[in-house]
């Protein structure tokens, strides 16, 4: 499936650059949230987005999610969270880090198959942002 970028997520990061994420709406929060999910299960898998400061917004990633109707990422995204730690999610990056680090190896072989699914792009969530972002 054909990705849609965003359309306007340079403005949403130069804002929350200056701003910080509190200060951002609730549709500038899910266009800054789901590209930094996307952008960083792209590169290294979501073991990757939960170690770096991206997985800070992991819980605004599913809220956004379903409110745009993207359930089924949504539900990656929570799958994810339950394999790497047991469905709660930590609160700072270095407990994530922490806890990603037991049983490593058996979370990243977990993690990898989400990945897999999430790299089908079963909904176009950047399409389903504009909408979102348009009304």
Excluded: C
């Amino acid at each position: 499936m054909a990705k849609e970028y965003p359309e306007s997520y340079d403005a949403v990061e130069a804002k929350y650059q200056l701003v910080g994420i509190d200060a951002l709406s609730e549709k500038e929060k899910a266009i800054f949230a789901i590209w930094w999910l996307e952008a960083e299960v792209n590169n290294g898998g979501f073991h990757q987005y939960f170690w770096n400061s991206a997985g800070d917004n992991a819980d605004i990633a599913v809220e956004s999610l379903n409110k745009i109707g993207a359930t089924k990422t949504a539900e990656l995204l929570k799958q994810a969270i339950e394999i790497a730690f047991s469905g709660s999610l930590p609160l700072t990056r270095d407990d994530r880090q922490t806890l990603l680090e037991i049983n490593e190896d058996k979370k990243m072989d977990a993690l990898g198959e989400l990945d897999d699914s999430f790299y089908e792009y079963q909904e176009d969530f950047y399409k389903m942002l504009n909408t979102y972002g348009a009304k």
